[in-house]
């Protein structure tokens, strides 16, 4: 699936596929029945593309993703990108205060709505001028009435949103559990971490976006841990460390990972 089916798909509202291929399901069975061996998972999850196909339609879609730092989306009329495996998502604050999330595609011809991180009291298309208000509602379309409209039903489609520690999250499936639902052991974790990116101690200072030639999950696994601090980066910062939970907390609250796709989103806090 290129990205552009993938964002006319979501001109509709996602159905997630109840079908699994025969051998993923079978080798998703067999890992869960030894998920007490620590297993790491088939080598070709790394490398297959139907493997990264199923990905992209059955587990991104209904995937949590962090979009950015709260303090990004804090005035009405912020807008905050995101994206979430191929769907692109915008997340605005409207005038009436509520933090909402959009797929960031026109409903005419699947153009994006919202090029940059800004502040607008409006998101417009800058393909054909469809312009929309911050809640999803159509409000102009050069050349088309009212009474054409009316009635249709024309809005950009509506994604989840929620905030955790001063963090905004984002799922293209707009009937998504919770955040917290999703993970309950996220709030625990926080405190026994000690991560507390509201508090005020934190400052966004922006993003840094690298192209990375490996899996997703390889480099999301590698980043999970500092298992490999003391050898591979021996000369460079794991000196700064004085233990290993140090260099796990440290690790954590310095540097928070976005990854969509084969793109890896460093955002610095």
Sequence with gaps: M????????????????????????AEVA?????????????????????????????????AWQLAGPLSSVSQPGDQLLADVGQVPI?????????LRALVNICQHRAYPVALENRNSPL??????????????????????????????????????????????????????ESLADAFPELEDLGTEWE??????????????????????????????ECYHCPTIHAESFDAEFKSLKDREVRVTQNLVGAINGYRLSLIHI
């Design 2 to 25: 290129t990205a552009i089916e993938s964002q006319l798909a979501f001109r509709s509202k996602p159905q997630r596929s109840n079908v699994v291929p025969p051998r993923i399901a």
């Design 123 to 176: 998101l417009q298309c800058q393909y054909h001028g469809w312009t929309y208000n911050l809640n999803g509602s159509l409000r102009a379309a050069p050349l088309c009435s009212k009474e054409e409209l009316s009635g249709k039903g024309v809005a950009l489609k509506p994604a989840s949103v929620d905030i955790w520690n001063g963090l905004v999250f984002v799922n293209p499936d707009p009937d998504a």
């Design 30 to 62: 067999h890992y869960q029945r030894r998920r007490s061996d620590h297993l790491t998972l088939p080598t070709r999850w790394y490398r297959d593309e139907d493997v990264f196909r199923f990905e992209l339609t059955s587990v991104f879609p209904y």
């Design 90 to 98: 915008v997340v605005t604050r409207g005038r009436d205060g509520l």
């Design 195 to 224: 991560l507390a990116f509201n508090d005020g101690d934190y400052e966004y200072r922006g993003v840094t976006s690298i192209d990375i030639d490996a899996n997703w999950k390889a480099w999301c696994e590698n980043a999970n």
